[in-house]
Every structure is written in C-alpha cells, then in structure tokens.
C-alpha cells in the first residue's frame, strides 16, 4: 500500500491517506461542478480511518441526491475543496483527487452522473459509467 499526502493550495490543510481507495470515480454531478468550478470532480473514496488531517477546514452542508446531507470540506483560507463526508455513506470520506501532491497510479474507474456531464467531453476509457450514483 501507497501511503499518500494531499492539502489545499495555501498549506494550511494537508492530509495524509493510509489505505488504498475502495473507488475511485469522476463525478459530473451539477453540485460538483459548482464546487470545483469545473466540468467534473476527480474523487477518491476511502475509509474515514484511512484519513488523517491536520489543520481545519469549513463545511458547506449541501443536500444529496438522495435527500441526506453531504459535507463538503474546504480550506477556509483559500477555498480549496477537501472531501466530502456522506450521510448516507457513513464511515466513507471522498477525497477530491486534485488536492493529492501526486495523482500517479491513480485510474478512475467509474463516471457517475454522467446525464450531467458536457456533451463535448468523451468519456474515460476503462470506465463503467452511470446516468446517476452506482
């Protein structure tokens, strides 16, 4: 197992990852396209134990799909996204991959909410993908 090292674009939160991911998938839904202010978000899933950070992040409570709420970490200095903790997936922190200091060996292995995804965008080889969640 790789162990991995992330944080925000000032410093102030860095991470580290313990465990391997248990999915790895890019999400195309609108509300990580706001967040991200891209066209999709690059996500890691991992177990919360697998997780350790150091310095504070602000929460945004958003609303998921599924009418539960989703935690959506950031670095209160600069704004970056952190992860987003999952009410109706406890135990599982989803780590936004662009915070990583390096993204090597990392393959996405699923699209979700691709109904949402830009039409000029063509999908990721290898890569299951569903019109909403898997």
Same mark, same amino acid.
């Given at each position: 197992m /790789?162990?991995?090292?992330? &944080? =925000?674009? =000032?410093g102030? *939160?860095?991470?580290v990852?313990?465990g391997?991911?248990? +999915?790895?998938?890019? =999400? $195309?839904?609108?509300h990580? /396209?706001? /967040?991200?202010?891209? *066209?999709?978000?690059?996500? @890691?899933?991992i177990? %919360?134990? %697998?997780? #350790? /950070?150091? +310095? #504070?992040?602000?929460?945004y409570? %958003?609303? &998921?799909?599924?009418g539960?709420?989703?935690?959506? $970490?950031? =670095?209160?200095?600069? +704004?970056?996204?952190? @992860?987003?903790?999952?009410?109706?997936?406890? &135990?599982?922190? *989803?780590v936004?991959?662009?915070? @990583?200091?390096?993204?090597?060996?990392?393959?996405?292995?699923? #699209?979700i909410?691709? %109904? $949402?995804?830009?039409?000029?965008?063509?999908? *990721?080889?290898?890569?299951?993908r569903?019109?909403?969640?898997?």
């Amino acid at each position: 197992m /790789q162990e991995r090292k992330g &944080g =925000c674009l =000032c410093g102030a *939160v860095r991470y580290v990852l313990k465990g391997e991911p248990r +999915g790895i998938a890019i =999400c $195309h839904c609108t509300h990580c /396209q706001k /967040q991200s202010g891209s *066209v999709l978000s690059f996500n @890691l899933v991992i177990e %919360d134990t %697998d997780y #350790e /950070q150091s +310095g #504070e992040t602000r929460i945004y409570v %958003d609303d &998921g799909d599924s009418g539960q709420p989703v935690y959506r $970490h950031f =670095c209160g200095n600069c +704004g970056s996204p952190i @992860l987003a903790k999952i009410a109706r997936a406890p &135990g599982k922190v *989803v780590v936004k991959a662009g915070t @990583l200091d390096n993204m090597e060996g990392l393959q996405p292995k699923a #699209e979700i909410y691709t %109904d $949402h995804a830009v039409a000029w965008l063509a999908p *990721v080889a290898g890569t299951a993908r569903s019109p909403r969640n898997m």
